[in-house]
């Protein structure tokens, strides 16, 4: 059932959130149920400190988390700056389907969650409740390139954001993104992630593209969108995202030095690339001939 789908994930904890859309995909089911599925079990994996319940909090020790969904036909839903729900793509995809709106943020979008049947839960860990208590100490806000991917001490797995793009046996695109933002951020700041058009984009006339790293770059730039735009023009998706990266280098060349920024595309062909500023992005691959291909980007630096 099958055919041409595929899934593609940022980070190698991406290899366990495909695998989880890949359930979806082998069994005949949709592109957005797919990645649905696959953001959930990023949320739930114990432990990611960039991404729902293991996430590290805000500079006032609160996890805030930004998630967002879209499918091929345009629908979109996303939240940002959610607090005590588990599973934000999920309520962003109620969002999409239960409301006029796109986006819903703070205590709006928890109140939404609960009516729609979410749980209210305490989520902060005590590990990201240390490392934010360590962090206290010196209080210095200075994003490192790849942090998240050296994940804890005595974790030896690496993550970040998980942004996902799927298409199905039919042909039909989806993707989700979902987070709890860059560690120590301001308490109200909202990522690229939520934001449609810069964490994620998708077109089912085209393809899809999602991003990793410092938001407010992506932000800046309509990122997502820009990826999908290069490659309606005709780039393939690596050279969409390599030159949505030379366009962010060109416009802030002395910041792109110190941070990170990464772009995956997967076009409606099911062809996939990706192009990061920095080195040590690494993204996965599933389909029905390999269920576990982990891919390195190439980078400017
Ligand atoms: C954000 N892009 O909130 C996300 C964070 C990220 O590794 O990708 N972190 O800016």
Same mark, same amino acid.
């Given at each position: 059932?099958?055919?041409? +789908?595929?899934?593609? $994930?940022?980070? %190698?904890?991406?290899?366990?959130?495909?695998?989880? *859309?890949?359930?979806? @995909? +082998?069994?005949?089911? $949709?592109?957005? %149920?797919a990645v649905e599925a696959g953001a959930r079990? *990023?949320?739930?994996? @114990?432990?990611?400190?960039?991404?729902g319940r293991c996430g590290n909090p805000d500079r006032d020790g609160v996890l805030s988390l930004d998630a967002?969904?879209?499918d091929g036909d345009g629908r979109c839903g996303s939240?940002?700056?959610?607090?005590?729900?588990?599973?934000?793509?999920?309520?962003?995809?109620?969002?999409?389907?239960?409301?006029?709106?796109?986006?819903?943020?703070?205590q709006g979008a928890q109140q939404f969650?609960?009516?729609q049947g979410f749980e209210r839960q305490k989520l902060l860990t005590p590990a990201a409740e240390k490392a934010w208590r360590d962090w206290l100490k010196t209080a210095q806000y200075t994003p490192e390139i790849n942090v998240e991917r050296r994940g804890r001490p005595g974790d030896s797995s690496n993550h970040?954001?998980?942004?996902?793009?799927?298409?199905?046996?039919?042909?039909?695109?989806a993707g989700a993104c979902t987070t709890s933002g860059m560690a120590w951020k301001l308490h109200g700041r909202v990522g690229d992630s939520p934001i449609i058009g810069a964490g994620l984009y998708v077109d089912n006339e085209v393809?899809?593209?999602?991003?990793?790293?410092?938001?407010?770059e992506m932000m800046r730039n309509a990122a997502s969108f820009l990826v999908v735009e290069l490659m309606r023009q005709g780039r393939s998706p690596?050279?969409?995202?390599?030159?949505?990266?030379?366009?962010?280098?060109?416009?802030?060349?002395?910041?792109?030095?110190?941070?990170?920024?990464c772009f995956l595309a997967l076009d409606k062909h099911g062809q996939v690339g990706a192009y990061a500023l920095h080195r040590g992005f690494v993204y996965a691959v599933c389909d029905k001939d390999r269920q576990d291909d982990l891919r390195d980007s190439a980078s400017v630096y």
């Open positions: 059932a099958a055919g041409g +789908a595929r899934v593609v $994930s940022t980070w %190698d904890f991406g290899v366990g959130a495909n695998q989880a *859309a890949w359930k979806v @995909l +082998a069994g005949g089911g $949709s592109a957005l %149920d079990w *990023a949320e739930s994996e @114990l432990c990611n400190p960039t991404v967002s969904i879209m939240v940002a700056a959610l607090t005590d729900i588990l599973h934000p793509v999920s309520v962003a995809r109620k969002v999409m389907e239960n409301t006029p709106h796109v986006m819903l943020v703070g969650a609960v009516a970040d954001t998980l942004g996902m793009l799927a298409i199905d046996a039919n042909g039909r695109l393809g899809g593209a999602t991003a990793s790293g410092v938001g407010e690596a050279e969409a995202c390599r030159e949505a990266i030379a366009r962010l280098v060109r416009k802030r060349p002395e910041a792109s030095k110190t941070l990170q920024v």
